[in-house]
């Protein structure tokens, strides 16, 4: 049972405009929220995170937005550029535990 | 030092080939990760080591047996493995406060 959902596979952006990539969970105990970006035949490298007593972060371009109502959150990079090119992963965990939970990902294609 | 290190980058191995993955990390950390990637899938968790103890094992088949040796150092040792096995294979660590720090991963392939 997937506990983190990305439900658009991929996403095509104008360089210069706004990527919004979006991630749902089911679990309420969830209460720190992470996103990673991933080249080809590499490693996840991370990007930003959020823990649940804030409803957003902000680092450069990329920010991260969370609604805990909705069980929502996503990542805004602005402006997009070519290199942000890659596949974006959102993950969650519970605070007391070890144990993160991926989303499926979705391939961000900045078009120059 | 403020990365996870992984050896080798690549390994070919047949069925009945014995090999081992290492991954390195001088951060500190206390908790220490592997993961099997497949292509254009999320990482799925294999095993957790927390303090040098195996904490969580997620049902993965014993021809993986993973083994930390200290606090800086995780080995996958690997055994008679299926070609459904290759995979990217990443290691990661984690402070405590949740954010991982992940390795560039060993792509495994299985002949």
């Known amino acids: 049972d997937q506990q983190v959902k990305q439900n658009s596979p991929s996403l095509s952006v104008q360089e210069g405009r706004i990527s919004i990539l979006n991630c749902d969970y089911t679990n309420s105990m969830f209460d720190y929220f992470l996103w990673y970006k991933k080249y080809p035949a590499e490693g996840p490298t991370f990007l930003i995170s959020i823990s649940s007593i804030k409803d957003k972060n902000e680092d450069g371009r990329f920010t991260v937005f969370l609604n805990k109502s909705a069980k929502h959150l996503s990542l805004h990079i602005v402006p997009s550029q070519p290199g942000d090119s890659a596949v974006y992963f959102c993950a969650a965990s519970e605070s007391t535990g070890n144990q993160f939970y991926f989303g499926t990902g979705t391939s961000l294609t900045v078009i120059p | 030092d403020t990365e996870v290190t992984q050896t080798p980058k690549h390994l070919v191995m047949g069925m009945t080939n014995k090999k081992s993955l290492k991954c390195e990390q001088h951060?500190?950390?206390?908790?220490m990760y592997w993961y099997k990637q497949k292509a254009k899938k999320p990482p799925e968790l294999m095993f957790v080591y927390s303090y040098e103890k195996l904490s969580i094992n997620e049902s993965v088949p014993s021809r993986f047996s993973p083994e930390c040796p200290n606090s800086s150092l995780l080995n996958l040792h690997l055994h008679a493995l299926q070609p459904e096995d290759s995979a990217l294979y990443l290691c990661?660590?984690?402070?405590?406060?949740?954010?991982?720090?992940f390795g560039p991963g060993t792509r495994l392939t299985v002949l």
């Open positions: 951060m500190g950390h206390r908790a």
């Open positions: 990661a660590s984690a402070r405590g406060d949740n954010e991982q720090f």
